[in-house]
């Protein structure tokens, strides 16, 4: 089991601590020394007033964030939670995706999502009703300009002759893909397209505001992650190469009063049965030193007393 965290910017307004080069850096070398394998930032380029005051959160661009946290480190894998892929047109997401990569040393997971915030694809003049398509498309698009010279693709969408886009990354045959959310349709591009399926957990609620799937039991998990190993036999994959990324409620939260390291283990080992091979965990933002210190005390308690 491999564990990842997401940069603890989880509020509006956020704690501005949290938002200089220096927290960026400290954060990412203090995930690394704890033995995280993974840190992501989120995407939302231009959310609404609306949105941020019922729940929402701001967030840094996640490709210049994840640049900072490369620098300051050499074996923390970069991975966004997630990009918003309709929002840019794919040969930029390729292109930032082979730079991060080239420069991390071969470090960088593309973690994508549909979206599902209508207003801020109004904001960014993307068609929401498309939305799905424009993955399809963009996935095709990142694939193959990370994987050939002189590429031609012709859709409803993206339409380009003769694009050779270098430095290529470094990864072979290009950097793993994980396709975010909790549907049918999901799993069908992580089957076709993906090394990695990362859903997360929903409520019925959740669901309808996320425009997605509920997932809130170990059931839910178990029968996603049977749609996506018939999916990947169907064509031919091997199920069991496919990484799954999940979080766990059980324990509590690192940081948080209460947290239960035992029990928490006991999440993990839960989700491992189920074929869960990344956990998604989740640190207070209220501050710096308190983040710092969630990050120390979970590879203490967690991180190192897992095998």
């Known amino acids: 089991m491999r564990f990842a965290v997401t940069?603890?910017?989880?509020?509006?307004?956020y704690h501005p601590e949290l938002v200089t080069g220096a927290s960026v850096t400290a954060i990412a070398v203090a995930a690394e020394r704890a033995g995280f394998a993974g840190l992501g930032f989120t995407d939302h380029p231009a959310p609404t007033e609306k949105w941020l005051t019922s729940g929402g959160h701001d967030a840094l661009d996640p490709?210049?964030?994840?640049?900072?946290?490369?620098?300051?480190?050499?074996?923390?894998?970069?991975?966004?939670?997630?990009?918003?892929?309709?929002?840019?047109?794919?040969?930029?997401?390729?292109?930032?995706?082979?730079?991060?990569?080239?420069?991390?040393g071969g470090r960088f997971t593309l973690a994508v999502g549909v979206g599902y915030l209508?207003?801020?694809?109004?904001?960014?003049?993307?068609?929401f009703d498309e939305r799905s398509d424009l993955v399809e498309e963009a996935l095709a698009v990142i694939e193959a300009v990370w994987t050939g010279d002189d590429v031609s693709f012709t859709?409803?969408?993206?339409?380009?002759?003769?694009?050779?886009?270098?430095?290529r990354p470094v990864t072979q045959p290009h950097p793993p893909i994980w396709i975010g959310g909790n549907t049918g349709a999901a799993r069908r591009r992580a089957a076709r397209y993906g090394a990695g399926w990362c859903p997360f957990t929903a409520s019925a609620v959740l669901a309808r505001t996320?425009?997605?799937?509920?997932?809130?039991?170990?059931?839910?998990?178990?029968?996603?992650?049977?749609?996506?190993?018939?999916?990947?036999?169907?064509?031919g994959r091997d199920p069991n190469a496919m990484d799954v990324a999940f979080a766990t409620a059980v324990g509590g939260s690192p940081g948080e009063p209460g947290f239960d390291a035992d029990a928490y283990l006991e999440g993990i080992d839960a989700l491992a049965a189920l074929g869960v091979?990344?956990?998604?965990?989740?640190?207070?933002?209220?501050?710096?030193?308190?983040?710092?210190?969630?990050?120390?005390?979970?590879?203490?308690?967690?991180?190192?007393?897992?095998?």
């Open 118 to 127: 209508k207003r801020e694809f109004d904001a960014l003049g993307v068609d």
């Open 277 to 307: 091979t990344w956990v998604q965990v989740r640190i207070p933002g209220d501050g710096l030193a308190h983040a710092l210190d969630a990050i120390e005390e979970f590879g203490h308690g967690v991180i190192a007393a897992h095998p």
């Open 7 to 13: 940069h603890p910017m989880h509020s509006h307004p």
């Open 63 to 104: 490709f210049v964030a994840m640049g900072f946290a490369a620098a300051g480190t050499t074996t923390l894998r970069l991975i966004p939670n997630v990009v918003v892929l309709p929002y840019r047109n794919p040969f930029v997401v390729a292109k930032a995706g082979a730079t991060l990569d080239v420069l991390s």
């Open 155 to 167: 859709g409803r969408h993206f339409t380009a002759r003769g694009v050779t886009a270098h430095p």
């Open 210 to 235: 996320a425009r997605t799937a509920t997932m809130e039991t170990l059931a839910d998990l178990r029968a996603g992650i049977d749609d996506l190993r018939r999916r990947c036999e169907e064509r």
